[in-house]
T-cell receptor, first 113, second 111 residues
Framework: DTEVTQTPKHLVMGMTNKKSLKCEQH?????MYWYKQKAKKPPELMFV???????INESVPSRFSPECPNSSLLNLHLHALQPEDSALYLC????????????FGPGTRLTVL | DAKTTQPNSMESNEEEPVHLPCNHSTISGTDYIHWYRQLPSQGPEYVIH???SNVNNRMASLAIAEDRKSSTLILHRATLRDAAVYYC????????????FGKGTTLSVSS
């Protein structure tokens, strides 16, 4: 199983809502990543988890809160988002942070109203 | 991080070879050259990587210049399914590093 799954596929939320994005992999990978991708732009790294510990936070606003409850799961908790946060949120995993190949999920398309 | 430069877009015909160039004149000795592609409505997928020598896999070939300041991703016979954005990324192969995507090249394939 070389798949990274992400739920939900689409999410529409208001600026006062709290929601969560979920990412799961069963490849035994110990590094997991969140990226944000605006339309027609390349993915931008947000967070890196290594062995369930946050190792990189690319100065992401605190309204985005990542969580890695175990080695297979990665969540992104969203609160008080702005319309400019509307984007495709991609999750990825690799064997370790030095791993050659990252496996990406299909993403969650988020719209903030 | 060392930067890469790619053409914004390229066009190809089906079943013809495609050569996608990437310039990386400030590459350091420990930087690997990675290629990922992103098909429409999908997450990026790994294509190939190399350090100094040319590399082949089932998807593509990677030709690396002797001075390592440029590289070329070669798709030997383009198919419609190869239409995607292709990203050339430099990355040190050590713990704690991450993929930093540049703008990439949008490849169009015509039948």
């Amino acid at each position: 199983d070389t798949e990274v799954t992400q739920t939900p596929k689409h999410l529409v939320m208001g600026m006062t809502n709290k929601k969560s994005l979920k990412c799961e992999q069963h490849m035994g990978h110990r590094a997991m990543y969140w990226y944000k991708q605006k339309a027609k732009k390349p993915p931008e790294l947000m967070f890196v988890y290594s062995y369930e510990k946050l190792s990189i936070n690319e100065s992401v606003p605190s309204r985005f809160s990542p969580e890695c409850p175990n080695s297979s799961l990665l969540n992104l908790h969203l609160h008080a988002l702005q319309p400019e946060d509307s984007a495709l949120y991609l999750c990825a995993s690799s064997q370790a942070t030095s791993g050659i190949e990252q496996f990406f999920g299909p993403g969650t398309r988020l719209t903030v109203l | 991080d060392a930067k890469t430069t790619q053409p914004n877009s390229m066009e190809s015909n089906e079943e013809e070879p495609v050569h996608l160039p990437c310039n990386h004149s400030t590459i350091s000795g420990t930087d690997y050259i990675h290629w990922y592609r992103q098909l429409p409505s999908q997450g990026p997928e790994y294509v190939i990587h190399g350090l100094t020598s040319n590399v082949n896999n089932r998807m593509a070939s990677l030709a690396i210049a002797e001075d390592r300041k440029s590289s070329t991703l070669i798709l030997h016979r383009a198919t419609l399914r190869d239409a995607a954005v292709y990203y050339c990324i430099l990355r040190a192969n050590q713990a704690g590093t991450a993929l930093i995507f540049g703008k990439g090249t949008t490849l169009s394939v015509s039948s």
